[in-house]
């Protein structure tokens, strides 16, 4: 079993190199790195999510740094 890297461009996984693998050869594929395609709106709606994901972590923060009765 050989290990070969490539990029997908229009859909289709193309190898790296002059690699021609036979009709039918049977592959496992694992992504590498995935990378989002998002609307502006999903971003927004991403980073609207993260501030309020950091907000929340403050106030942990704060409860934590108070003195305990």
Do not use: H, Y
Not at 50 to 64: H, Y
């Amino acid at each position: 079993m050989s290990l070969l890297t490539g990029t997908v461009k229009d859909g289709v996984i193309v190898l790296d190199g002059d690699v021609r693998l036979p009709e039918g050869t049977k592959v496992r594929v694992e992504i590498l790195e995935a990378t989002l395609s998002l609307t502006p709106e999903e971003e927004e709606e991403f980073s609207e999510w993260e501030r309020a994901s950091n907000k929340a972590w403050e106030l942990i923060e704060q409860e934590e740094d108070e003195p305990k009765p």
